[in-house]
T-cell receptor, first 116, second 112 residues
């Protein structure tokens, strides 16, 4: 079984600063994928970034980067140059060949607030 | 539209009533997923369709919950004899069966 742990229920950051959202995972599957989604107050889950377990380099997408440390089973999201519009709930999730299709297991989420 | 569409966006019903929630996935996506998200929690998997068939329904909480996808496109989540504990946002997602999922905005169900 897979498990995602997000230990920060809430985080605060000043506009234009960088912030790291923590995520650790547990799986016995050698092949898996790690995802981050953003959920603003509107409720839609917005895909941000993906990291495959065999990818050699950390994934980056614009201001988002994923700090993947396989031995520590962590997949932290780094948001650089925070903007007010980044205020939202952020979920870490994983898929693996243990689960059918691309079924995702989600963490509990971190509420990010960007202060002006 | 280009995204996943869910209707209704909000549904208020009384305990014991029957409810249907609809999901229209992105055209061409063979995989469709239903998740349930309770307040302050992450989404929990309910059921996964590959084409018309339910490939994995292990997340359905009990036999009051049922979902169909008769033509491999639109899916309907059906909840019988609703209970107050069923109140949540029901999220639908579609994908190719590999990689990222694309989510709709959800259907917020309130059972009074």
């Amino acid at each position: 079984a897979q498990k995602i742990t997000q230990t920060q229920p809430g985080m605060f950051v000043q506009e234009k600063e960088a912030v790291t959202l923590d995520c650790t995972y547990d799986t016995s599957d050698p092949s898996y994928g790690l995802f981050w989604y953003k959920q603003p107050s509107s409720g839609e889950m917005i895909f941000l970034i993906y990291q495959g377990s065999y990818d050699q380099q950390n994934a980056t997408e614009g201001r988002y980067s994923l700090n993947f440390q396989k031995a520590r089973k962590s997949a932290n999201l780094v948001i650089s140059a925070s903007q007010l519009g980044d205020s939202a709930m952020y979920f870490c999730a994983m898929s693996s060949s243990e689960t059918s299709g691309s079924r995702l297991t989600f963490g509990e989420g971190t509420q990010l607030t960007v202060n002006p | 539209g280009a995204g996943v569409s869910q209707t209704p966006s909000n549904k208020v019903t009384e305990k014991g009533k029957y409810v249907e929630l609809r999901c229209d996935p992105i055209s061409g996506h063979t995989a469709l997923y239903w998740y349930r998200q309770s307040l302050g929690q992450g989404p929990e998997f309910l059921i996964y369709f590959q084409g018309t068939g339910a490939a994995d329904d292990s997340g359905l909480p009990n036999d009051r919950f049922f979902a169909v996808r008769p033509e491999g496109s639109v899916s309907t989540l059906k909840i019988q004899r609703t209970e107050r504990g069923d109140s949540a946002v029901y999220l639908c997602a579609s994908g190719t069966g590999m990689g990222e999922l694309f989510f709709g905005e959800g259907s917020r169900l309130t059972v009074l």
